[in-house]
DNA sequence: ACCTGAACACCGTTCAAGT
DNA sequence: ACCTGAACACCGTTCAAGT
């Protein structure tokens, strides 16, 4: 759908456009020629408003960091409180996943997160942790999180597997039990094995 | 370093070449043109021998799926052999960052693992637990494994941070514990990091 | 201040032609 | 069976020129 042309085009109306683009197909998708059909000018009207490709891409992921702030935690207990706060982040994550993954590429996950560790932090202090050990536990449920959404995007990405999923476990290979082996041949129950990943990995951090 | 051009160009000769060129600079430095070059060929010999780009891609991330495969579990309890299979995965991923990455991104990931994952099964069960539990055991451990060295590598990479690490936390913003600032203001210490949260979860989900 | 087309240096890929 | 150069359709980017 190409832009009005009553009004002159603006740096927004580029990065709106390169937004839509690439949450749509991914930045593979975002070429200048493609983003100056979709608003209707010439290629280097782009460059006057926005540099180059690449600082248009940097003020997009810029954006999305922006965007990915406001955590509020639910729960009774710090650890319920610590869960919710990474079921929150799972959710936002997978709402925007080429987007995320661009802010990954450029290395701002970090600055990203920031709000929620602030967060994250607050709860593992409840729960009486101090110092290092507080730190080493803040961190290793932020990498449980990330790095749980990042496995997981990855598979739902993938194209089909060279051998099926169900072709690589039979009984004999699960030690002759055929429960295991069909709960190996079907994909995993994501949203009940983050639960139980995070339930088990929180209660062991914070020693409850 | 050009090639001899004593003997025929074979099609080894061009997966090496192409393996070096991503092992060395990632994917995006592979191109049909530079990879002629260092073949001292013209650049449709090499379509002769292997298709196109992508399809040439694709054999190098065989090869290292195939590559590999060799787990030995070492340790006298079924934790603590769990937790020597997820460090030597580590270790294996990190040795190969950008050839590993193809992999996660054509979503063979799971291929990969499979000889991994026959180890954990084995010893999941030697903890006790069957079934669907052993299953749901099996895989929050393989997401851990992978999804750390994601984070990791994803962390190594990046640039340097918008705000600096430091400048991000101070004592006020950590519930007046300067001794947990200081730490989250250091880069994390991956190694004992993974080791903590590793233990962690895998005496959570093995029950011990 | 904003927009334009022409031109440049890169891509991957195809193809007809050579040996 | 293997290799070649020419040509095509794409890129991102620069620049001088227009209004």
Known sequence: MPR????ALTREDVLDAAANLVAQHGPEALTMRKLAAELGTAVTS??????NRETLLEE???RTVREMGAITPSGRTPAQR????????RRM?????????????????????????????????????RGARAAEAVRAIEFHVI???LVERNRERSPVQHPAE????????????????RALAAPPNSERLYLTATRALVNALLGQ
Chains 1, 2 share one sequence.
Do not use: C
Not at 170 to 181: C, F, I
């Open 46 to 51: 782009i460059y006057w408003h926005v540099g």
């Open 93 to 129: 994550l997978r709402e925007r996943p080429h987007l995320i993954a661009m802010v990954h590429e450029r290395g701002l996950t970090e600055l990203m997160f920031l709000p929620a560790q602030q967060a994250l932090v607050h709860e593992v202090h409840a729960a009486g942790l």
């Open 166 to 181: 169900g072709d690589l476990w039979t009984a004999q290979r699960a030690d002759q039990d055929p429960a295991l082996a």
């Open 60 to 62: 997009l992921v810029t």
């Open 82 to 89: 610590v869960v919710s706060i990474a079921r929150a982040q």
């Open 147 to 149: 790095g749980f959404v």
């Open 4 to 7: 009005s042309q009553r009004t």
